[in-house]
């Protein structure tokens, strides 16, 4: 259950801080019982007498009250007092905690105690499907690493790459601002767009912030780390090599198309995809990551140029197939012309299979089994169909179906993931599958 939903619970606020787990009551004791002693401390200083005073108060207000009323009325007004002069103090001293966000003191606290001993989840993709996802997730645990795809080489991240020589930032962008606070005003800035200016038209502000730090901390992986702290971000993101690496692709037809962007152009059925270099080297932080992992999430995004590139990284497939994380591919809802044409989701499952070497790369397939009625002709028109799923090829493979609905709704009938319904189905799947193991 997250925070969302338990503080839907009408109850005091107060009483939140008595929620189990947010490691606040120990400490509410140790500090009491440390007052206490001080207070006699000073007392026997003061040569005694004050105890003695104080004891003979409480004898005589014994002898006309019930001894358990009396002692229960100074328990109840003396932690009273406590409680409220700690919260008070507490609360100007990280004031500043709460001007950022939404959240209470108490909710956040909540959410870094509660998340931070959640699963620990990979998130393996690129594209606006990885963030999606991100945004989501990250509501269960705070134990989450992103690994994202380096072989973008279209907009102001291939306008980077091409000018300057370093790895494409707009996936990593994506992924830092999806695992930040959303209400945050640097968040926002992060994601900033410039809409003119000569050399500046088309970049984003978190492209260029990542590409200065990049150059004064000496690489991406640094840069990151940096940019993760300014927007205190809940988990870890990390591109799946260091590697100038750029994609390419052998169609069916014999042609063969190099470069991300010119891929799905290309209007033909990939027979295999392939990086240049062919040797690219994966992080180790990456590979520690998978092997650490409960849950490894593949997808959704494009199949070809933010999913499979990831594979195609040396020893990343063979980390994945090796870890004993329980291993889910989140399946595109509609078809993409120009890379994944017709495809049902056997197709999209043996596509993947195909170019990790190994069956054991997923344990289950995570599929939308419904559509708006008023959805768009502009799909039609672009050769875009819903991906089917065709349990009659899916068996033979032997992994796990799980159907629900996934889109979020949309009144111009356009079909896109809902993070929260996403993230949802992925974590009671994994929940489910460690309680039946």
């Given at each position: 259950m997250t925070f969302d939903e338990i503080k839907n619970v009408k109850v005091k606020k107060e009483v939140g801080w008595l929620l189990p787990g947010l490691e606040v009551k120990r400490w509410f004791a140790l500090i009491f019982l440390g007052s206490i002693m001080i207070v006699l401390g000073f007392m026997v200083l003061a040569n005694v007498r004050p105890i003695y005073v104080i004891l003979e108060l409480i004898r005589k207000a014994a002898l006309v009250l019930p001894s358990n009323f009396l002692a229960a009325v100074f328990i109840f007004v003396g932690a009273v007092i406590f409680f409220k002069g700690w919260q008070k103090t507490t609360l100007s001293i990280m004031d500043?905690?709460?001007?950022?966000?939404?959240?209470?003191?108490?909710?956040?606290?909540?959410?870094?105690?509660?998340?931070?001993?959640?699963?620990?989840?990979?998130?393996?993709?690129?594209?606006?499907?990885?963030?999606?996802?991100?945004?989501?997730?990250?509501?269960?645990?705070?134990?989450?690493?992103?690994i994202v795809t380096v072989g973008d080489d279209g907009g102001s991240s291939g306008r980077l790459r091409e000018e300057l020589g370093i790895l494409p930032p707009g996936d990593i962008?994506?992924?830092?601002?999806?695992?930040?606070?959303?209400?945050?005003?640097?968040?926002?800035?992060?994601?900033?767009?410039?809409?003119?200016?000569?050399?500046?038209e088309g970049h984003s502000f978190g492209n260029l912030f990542l590409t200065a730090l990049c150059s004064i901390t000496g690489?991406?992986?640094?840069?990151?780390?940096?940019?993760?702290?300014?927007?205190?971000?809940?988990g870890v993101v990390l591109p799946a090599t260091l590697d100038d690496m750029k994609l390419a692709a052998e169609f069916?037809?014999?042609?063969?198309?190099?470069?991300?962007?010119?891929?799905?152009?290309?209007?033909?059925?990939?027979?295999?995809?392939?990086?240049?270099?062919?040797?690219?080297?994966?992080?180790?932080?990456?590979?520690?990551?998978?092997?650490?992992?409960?849950?490894?999430?593949?997808?959704?995004?494009?199949?070809?140029?933010?999913?499979?590139?990831?594979?195609?990284?040396?020893?990343?497939?063979?980390?994945?197939?090796?870890?004993?994380?329980?291993?889910?591919y989140v399946c595109n809802i509609m078809t993409q012309p120009g890379e994944t044409t017709d495809y049902?989701?056997?197709?999209?499952?043996n596509a993947l299979i195909k170019h990790a070497g190994n069956k054991r790369?997923?344990?289950?397939?995570?599929?939308?089994?419904?559509?708006?009625?008023?959805?768009?002709e502009g799909y039609a028109k672009a050769g875009s169909i819903p991906v089917r799923l065709d349990m009659e090829n899916i068996s033979p493979i032997g992994i796990e179906v799980v159907s629900q609905k996934l889109i979020q709704e949309n009144k111009d009938g356009l079909v896109r993931h809902s993070s929260n319904r996403v993230a949802r189905?992925?974590?009671?799947?994994?929940?489910?599958?460690i309680k039946n193991r």
């Open positions: 500043m905690n709460s001007s950022k966000g939404n959240y209470s003191l108490l909710e956040k606290l909540y959410r870094r105690r509660k998340l931070n001993k959640g699963a620990k989840i990979v998130a393996v993709g690129g594209g606006t499907g990885l963030s999606m996802l991100l945004r989501g997730i990250k509501k269960y645990t705070n134990n989450i690493t992103a962008r994506n992924c830092i601002a999806a695992l930040g606070d959303d209400e945050d005003l640097i968040t926002e800035l992060f994601q900033y767009r410039f809409k003119n200016g000569e050399g500046l690489d991406m992986v640094r840069a990151v780390k940096e940019s993760s702290k300014v927007l205190n971000i809940r069916e037809d014999g042609r063969i198309i190099h470069g991300e962007s010119n891929i799905p152009e290309a209007h033909g059925k990939i027979k295999t995809l392939f990086t240049e270099p062919a040797n690219c080297k994966a992080l180790p932080e990456a590979l520690n990551a998978i092997a650490d992992a409960d849950l490894i999430i593949l997808g959704p995004g494009s199949l070809y140029t933010s999913v499979i590139p990831n594979l195609l990284v040396n020893g990343i497939s063979d980390a994945i197939v090796q870890s004993k994380a329980k291993k889910i049902s989701v056997a197709s999209h499952v790369v997923i344990d289950a397939v995570l599929v939308n089994d419904s559509l708006p009625d008023n959805i768009s189905a992925v974590y009671y799947w994994y929940k489910k599958s």
